[in-house]
């Protein structure tokens, strides 16, 4: 019986296809109202930078109560009443050798960490999964380079999305009401994904180092997701990379983050990370709806073919 029924839900979410891809996932990388921090970070990368950014912090935070504590001290013990006769010297050889040295050695030492994690962000490594990044007024277009297939990316809530029949169910693009609530439940969204959302998703397997190459067909955009500590400018006429290997599946989000135009808010990014086994089946389902690359069964197995 819970073979049959694990079958019945796999069968359905295949022929779910890839717009409706993110049903039932976890939303890990989204941001929080009144959040101050980071997001969850799901890569190497991520965690990386969020410390260097909390160490980075502590040393500020030593600097500024050390020289917080010396101006009140000064302001204390050398104030005309208790110092009414200044001194005459003119220089403290020690005193400029040493606030010559230690911020030397601090840069020095921010440095040592914050190179390496600059460098790993930028030597790419070999990629199991390549795709091209493509950003336009105002939508991303992701190629899957190895696989053959391409789609592009639209916030839910463009004109883009908005069909007839939501036309006809009183859908308004960029209108936040209750039949725009209906058009992102069906896309499998709650409200809190306003903005977020996007009507196809990048979809990539857990644990697998995904390389992204990045450009613009217009203007500057930039591709970034927080959670994956990944940002990239997408330059017209040039050809940039980044990377990731995300470690936990589930949804997340990213935006335009650089300014592009009138509709630059409303470029948002969708990544979904699954399972291995999930990426295999999504493959074969979007083959065929963004190639037209019908599958053909083979024993237990499913094969793209024209």
Not at 279 to 304: H, R
Request: include cysteine; glycine fraction near 8%.
């Amino acid at each position: 019986m819970r073979f049959s029924t694990f079958m019945a839900a796999s069968f359905a979410a295949f022929v779910a296809g890839p717009a409706l891809a993110q049903d039932s996932e976890v939303v890990r990388g989204a941001p929080v109202e009144g959040g101050t921090g980071f997001q969850f970070a799901a890569t190497e990368l991520a965690r990386d930078l969020q410390w260097l950014d909390g160490m980075i912090n502590v040393i500020i935070a030593v600097i500024v109560l050390f020289v917080t504590g010396l101006l009140v001290a000064v302001a204390v013990r050398y104030n005309r009443r208790r110092n009414p006769e200044p001194a005459t010297f003119t220089h403290n050889s020690p005193l400029e050798v040493a606030w010559t040295v230690v911020p030397i050695i601090v840069l020095v030492f921010i440095g040592a960490f914050s190179l390496p994690v600059l460098f790993k962000q930028q030597v790419i490594p070999e990629a199991d999964i390549n795709i091209k990044v493509t950003g336009y007024q105002w939508f991303w277009g992701y190629e899957y380079v190895d696989e053959g297939f391409a789609f592009d990316s639209y916030m839910i809530g463009q004109p883009a999305t908005v069909t007839d029949a939501g036309e006809a169910n009183g859908v308004q693009p960029y209108i936040l009401d209750a039949a725009m609530e209906e058009m992102l439940a069906e896309y499998g969204y709650t409200r809190s994904e306003w903005l977020l959302a996007t009507d196809t998703q990048v979809v990539v397997p857990v644990n697998k180092t995904v390389v992204m190459t990045v450009t613009g067909a217009d203007v500057i955009h930039s591709w970034t997701i927080p959670a994956f500590g990944v940002k990239q400018d997408a330059v017209p006429g040039r050809l940039a990379q980044l990377w990731f290997k995300a470690e936990k599946e589930g949804i997340y989000f990213g935006q335009c983050s650089e300014l592009c135009g009138k509709d630059h808010a409303y470029m948002p990014i969708t990544v979904k990370v699954v399972s291995e086994a999930e990426y295999e089946a999504w493959l074969v389902s979007a083959k065929e709806e963004y190639a037209g690359i019908a599958p053909v069964t083979t024993g237990n197995y499913q094969i793209a073919s024209k």
